[in-house]
C-alpha cells in the first residue's frame, strides 16, 4: 500500500479528542502499567473523570476480608446485589425481614460508601405467596410494600431503582412489556405508580428508571430504547419525578453493538433532563478465545466506556461484583441457561483478586473524559 505507515501516532490524529486517549489503554497489564494506566484505584480515577464509580456487592463482604478491603479501596458506591430484593424482604405475607439488608446498609455507610437501592418494584425475584392472590390483593401488596420499605430506609439509601427492567426481552414482542404479577394486576401504569408513591415516601432519595439491554443494536435492544425513552416522557408528562435512568451494561460481545447508536440514545435521555448510570457493568466473555480471554475484555470494556462517557450526563459506573470470584455468571445455574463452558471472566479482578487488563481499561477510559472535560 502506497503512503506512509499506520503509525501510531497518524491513528491517534484522527480521533475525535474525546477518545483518542483510549488507544492508550493496551490491555495488557505490563503494557499498561509502562503507560501508567493502571496505577491508582478506579474510585479516585472516576473522580477525575467527574464520577462515581461503585459496585454491587452482599455477604461476601462479610465472609472475605481481602475482597472487603478491595472494595473499600476501588469503590465509593455499593448497590446491594439482592439484599433488598421483594423475596428477601418479606417473603412471607405481611412480615418484613430488614436484618440482613440493615447490616449491609449500616456497614456501607459506616464505611463512607453511598448506597444505591436495588430494587423496589420488579416483575421477578417475587415470593410464592403473591401469585395466589387476586389482583387487587397484589395492587395493595405493591402498595404496602413502597409504604414500609421506602420509609424503612430514608435517609440511608441515597438512590432507589424504583422500577428494574420494565420491558426487558418481552419475548416475541421485544419493548412490551415485561409480563408479571405488577403489570397483571395494575397494567403498565404500575410504573407511574411506584414513581409517585417513591417520591411522597422518600423526597430526597434520587428516583431511577433502571433496564436491561438497551447496548445491544439488534432488534430486541433497538426496540427497548424506544419503550424506555416513550416511558421516561410518559413519566414526566405524568408529572412524577424521574432523576436519573440506569442502563444494565451486562455487555454480551457477541451480540450486534454500535457506538453512534448507542450515543444517539444516551444523548435522547440526556435531552430529557435525566441522569445516566451504567448500573451493572460486567462483560460476558464466552465467545473469547482462551488465548487472550481477559485482553478482549478489556477492550470491550474500555470501548464501551469511552462511548459512553463521551455523554457528559452519565454521571456513574457500578460494576456488578468487583472480582470475577463472585460474579454472577459463575452461579452454576446461570452458567447452564446460557450454555458458558468455561469459568466467566466478566469483572475487573479475577478470581484470587488480583487486578485485570479490564481495570487499566477503565481507569483510562474515565481519565480520558477527565481530560477532555
Ligand atoms: C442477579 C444477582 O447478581 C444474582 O446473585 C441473583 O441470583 C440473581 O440476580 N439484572 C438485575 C440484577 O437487575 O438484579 C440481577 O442480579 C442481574 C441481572
Same mark, same amino acid.
Given at each position: 500500500m502506497a503512503g506512509r505507515p499506520w503509525t501510531r501516532r497518524r491513528i491517534l490524529g484522527r480521533l475525535p479528542a474525546a477518545c483518542a486517549a483510549g488507544l492508550l489503554d493496551i490491555p495488557r497489564s505490563a503494557a499498561a502499567r509502562r503507560s501508567g494506566v493502571d496505577a491508582g484505584p478506579l474510585r479516585a480515577a472516576a473522580v477525575a473523570g467527574r464520577l462515581v464509580f461503585g459496585a454491587a456487592g452482599g455477604s461476601a463482604l462479610f465472609g472475605?476480608?481481602?475482597?472487603?478491603?478491595?472494595?473499600?479501596?476501588?469503590?465509593?458506591?455499593?448497590?446491594?446485589?439482592?439484599?433488598?430484593?421483594?423475596?428477601?424482604?418479606?417473603?412471607?405475607?405481611?412480615?418484613?425481614?430488614?436484618?440482613?439488608?440493615?447490616?449491609?446498609?449500616?456497614?456501607?455507610?459506616?464505611?463512607?460508601?453511598?448506597?444505591?437501592?436495588?430494587?423496589?418494584?420488579?416483575?421477578d425475584r417475587l415470593p410464592p405467596w403473591l401469585s395466589g392472590l387476586s389482583r387487587r390483593e397484589v395492587?395493595?401488596?405493591?402498595?404496602?410494600?413502597?409504604?414500609?420499605?421506602?420509609?424503612?430506609?430514608?435517609?440511608?439509601?441515597?438512590?432507589?431503582?424504583?422500577?428494574?427492567?420494565?420491558?426487558?426481552?418481552?419475548?416475541?414482542?421485544?419493548?412490551?412489556?415485561?409480563?408479571?404479577?405488577?403489570?397483571?394486576?395494575l397494567g403498565p401504569g404500575y410504573v407511574v405508580r411506584a414513581f409517585r408513591r417513591a417520591a411522597e415516601l422518600d423526597p430526597s432519595a434520587k428516583l431511577v428508571l433502571n433496564e436491561a439491554w438497551t447496548e445491544r443494536a439488534d432488534a430486541i435492544g433497538l426496540a427497548v430504547r424506544r419503550s424506555l425513552l416513550r416511558l421516561v416522557d410518559e413519566l414526566q408528562h405524568a408529572g412524577v419525578r424521574l432523576d436519573a435512568v440506569g442502563l444494565q451494561s451486562h455487555l454480551f460481545p457477541g451480540i450486534a453493538y454500535d457506538d453512534g447508536g448507542f450515543t444517539d440514545f444516551l444523548h435522547g435521555l440526556a435531552e430529557r433532563g435525566v441522569t445516566i448510570r451504567l448500573s451493572e457493568f460486567d462483560?460476558?466473555?464466552?465467545?473469547? &478465545?482462551? %488465548? $487472550?480471554?481477559?485482553?478482549?475484555?478489556? #477492550?470491550?470494556? +474500555?470501548?464501551?466506556?469511552?462511548?459512553?462517557?463521551?455523554?457528559?450526563?452519565?454521571?456513574?459506573?457500578?460494576?456488578?461484583?468487583?472480582?470475577?470470584?463472585?460474579?454472577?455468571?459463575?452461579?452454576?445455574?446461570?452458567?447452564?441457561?446460557?450454555?458458558?463452558?468455561?469459568?466467566?471472566?466478566?469483572?475487573?479482578?479475577?478470581?484470587?483478586?488480583?487486578?485485570? &487488563?479490564? %481495570? $487499566?481499561?477503565?481507569?483510562?477510559?474515565? #481519565?480520558?473524559? +477527565?481530560?477532555?472535560?
Amino acid at each position: 500500500m502506497a503512503g506512509r505507515p499506520w503509525t501510531r501516532r497518524r491513528i491517534l490524529g484522527r480521533l475525535p479528542a474525546a477518545c483518542a486517549a483510549g488507544l492508550l489503554d493496551i490491555p495488557r497489564s505490563a503494557a499498561a502499567r509502562r503507560s501508567g494506566v493502571d496505577a491508582g484505584p478506579l474510585r479516585a480515577a472516576a473522580v477525575a473523570g467527574r464520577l462515581v464509580f461503585g459496585a454491587a456487592g452482599g455477604s461476601a463482604l462479610f465472609g472475605d476480608e481481602a475482597y472487603r478491603d478491595l472494595f473499600l479501596a476501588q469503590a465509593a458506591l455499593l448497590t446491594p446485589e439482592n439484599a433488598l430484593k421483594f423475596d428477601g424482604l418479606q417473603p412471607e405475607r405481611g412480615r418484613f425481614f430488614f436484618a440482613d439488608a440493615d447490616r449491609l446498609v449500616d456497614w456501607a455507610r459506616t464505611q463512607g460508601l453511598s448506597v444505591h437501592g436495588h430494587t423496589l418494584i420488579w416483575n421477578d425475584r417475587l415470593p410464592p405467596w403473591l401469585s395466589g392472590l387476586s389482583r387487587r390483593e397484589v395492587a395493595r401488596s405493591f402498595d404496602a410494600y413502597l409504604d414500609r420499605v421506602v420509609p424503612h430506609f430514608a435517609g440511608r439509601i441515597a438512590s432507589w431503582d424504583v422500577v428494574n427492567e420494565p420491558f426487558y426481552l418481552g419475548g416475541d414482542h421485544p419493548g412490551t412489556y415485561r409480563p408479571g404479577p405488577w403489570l397483571d394486576a395494575l397494567g403498565p401504569g404500575y410504573v407511574v405508580r411506584a414513581f409517585r408513591r417513591a417520591a411522597e415516601l422518600d423526597p430526597s432519595a434520587k428516583l431511577v428508571l433502571n433496564e436491561a439491554w438497551t447496548e445491544r443494536a439488534d432488534a430486541i435492544g433497538l426496540a427497548v430504547r424506544r419503550s424506555l425513552l416513550r416511558l421516561v416522557d410518559e413519566l414526566q408528562h405524568a408529572g412524577v419525578r424521574l432523576d436519573a435512568v440506569g442502563l444494565q451494561s451486562h455487555l454480551f460481545p457477541g451480540i450486534a453493538y454500535d457506538d453512534g447508536g448507542f450515543t444517539d440514545f444516551l444523548h435522547g435521555l440526556a435531552e430529557r433532563g435525566v441522569t445516566i448510570r451504567l448500573s451493572e457493568f460486567d462483560v460476558d466473555d464466552e465467545s473469547f &478465545p482462551d %488465548a $487472550d480471554r481477559d485482553g478482549l475484555v478489556a #477492550r470491550r470494556a +474500555g470501548a464501551y466506556l469511552r462511548a459512553a462517557l463521551s455523554v457528559e450526563a452519565v454521571d456513574t459506573v457500578v460494576s456488578w461484583g468487583l472480582a470475577d470470584r463472585y460474579s454472577w455468571w459463575r452461579d452454576p445455574s446461570v452458567m447452564a441457561a446460557h450454555g458458558m463452558t468455561r469459568l466467566p471472566r466478566p469483572l475487573p479482578f479475577d478470581e484470587m483478586l488480583r487486578r485485570k &487488563p479490564m %481495570a $487499566d481499561a477503565m481507569v483510562a477510559a474515565v #481519565r480520558c473524559r +477527565g481530560r477532555n472535560g
